[in-house]
């Protein structure tokens, strides 16, 4: 399973940036998707994960601002960010699982797509 990220980039506080994750290789095995980040000097962190069946979850820090969906016709995982802080500067990551609901230790990983908000 492949996973390539787009669509970080810089922002102002209060801004908005859609990311995307799209999905190749033995995707059948795919289940559970999530956008993990890690911030400067914090350790990786699950924002927001997707079961198998569409169910979404979000850490608290995120709710009400960021909405993760995905679309299984195009292989593609998406979250888009709004209302954007300048603790949200990070590293984010897509993964996916086997699991159906995405573990803290998925099997894949993309490369990463760095979203910077500026205060």
């Known amino acids: 399973v492949q996973l390539v990220e787009s669509g970080g980039g810089l922002v102002q506080d209060g801004g908005s940036l859609r990311l995307s994750c799209a999905a190749s290789?033995?995707?059948?095995?795919?289940?559970?998707m999530g956008w993990f980040r890690q911030g400067p000097g914090k350790e990786r962190e699950l924002v927001a994960g997707i079961t198998s069946g569409g169910t979404p979850h979000y850490a608290d820090s995120v709710k009400g601002r960021f909405t993760i969906y995905r679309d299984n016709a195009k292989n593609t995982l998406y979250l888009q960010m709004n209302s954007l802080k300048p603790e949200d500067t990070a590293m984010y990551y897509c993964?996916?699982?086997?699991?159906?609901?995405?573990?803290?230790?998925?099997?894949?990983w993309g490369q990463g797509t760095r979203v910077t908000v500026s205060s």
């Open positions: 290789g033995s995707i059948f095995s795919i289940n559970a």
């Open positions: 993964a996916a699982d086997t699991a159906v609901v995405i573990t803290t230790k998925p099997p894949y």
